[in-house]
């Protein structure tokens, strides 16, 4: 069993609509949860980092942790054009471990 | 300008031949990472550094050897490689040692091993 399950998608959603995008984990130990925005031919960058369950907020993107059920999520809202990449959640206790990533495209 | 650079960008080589991939951070970061990317797979871990002279492996290090000299740099060396090592490389690297630290990555090497 993979340490963190993403689905791949693609996932295509018109301009203005709200994106879900989750992972699930099986390793309670996991301690920080991390989201990812690859876009294409350049290397991940940081969207998101929580480290508890609740919700974290920041401008038109809310993670979610919820640590019972071992789920994590990103919503999007209004989402653009320019959203659109690949979007990797990354969890870690001793060490990194990153979902495969989902590709996302939001047509104007 | 703050980040982790990578060379070669591209590389083609064939079975065997060793070759490096230089990384080099200018953040003063303790921690630096070697991934590889493949489709259906997402990112591996393959070495990492706390600091220094202190290396440990990820879930995929065979096939692959790393140093850490000095603070900046951590090349990745393949001794003898194989077409499985064809893949997309990042380095990354951060200030502190604990996962918690945000991760900054390199633009990525993409290797074709014939």
């Known amino acids: 069993q993979k340490e963190v399950e993403q689905d791949p998608g693609p996932l295509s959603v018109p301009e203005g609509a709200i994106v879900s995008l989750n992972c699930t984990y099986s390793?309670?130990?996991?301690?920080?949860f991390m989201w990812y925005r690859q876009y294409s031919r350049k290397g991940p960058e940081l969207l998101m980092y929580?480290?508890?369950?609740g919700n974290k907020e920041d401008g038109r993107f809310t993670a979610q942790v919820d640590k019972s059920s071992k789920y994590i999520s990103l919503f999007i809202r209004d989402s653009q054009p320019s959203d659109s990449a690949t979007y990797l959640c990354a969890m870690s206790g001793n060490q990194f471990y990153f979902g495969t990533g989902t590709s996302l495209t939001v047509i104007p | 300008e703050a980040q982790v650079t990578q060379n070669p960008r591209y590389l083609i080589t064939v079975t065997g031949k060793k070759l490096t991939v230089t990384c080099s951070q200018n953040?003063?970061?303790?921690?630096m990472s070697w991934y590889r990317q493949d489709p259906g797979l997402g990112l591996r871990q393959i070495y990492y550094s706390m600091n220094v002279e202190v290396t440990d492996k990820g879930d995929v290090p065979e096939g692959y050897k790393v140093s850490r000299k000095e603070k900046r740099n951590f090349p990745l060396i393949l001794e003898s490689p194989s077409p499985n090592q064809t893949s997309l490389y990042f380095c990354?690297?951060?200030f502190g040692g604990g996962s918690q630290e945000t991760q900054y990555f390199g633009p990525g090497t993409r290797l074709l091993v014939l």
């Open positions: 953040m003063n970061h303790e921690y």
């Open positions: 929580t480290y508890s369950s």
């Open positions: 990354a690297s951060s």
């Open positions: 390793n309670s130990a996991f301690q920080y």
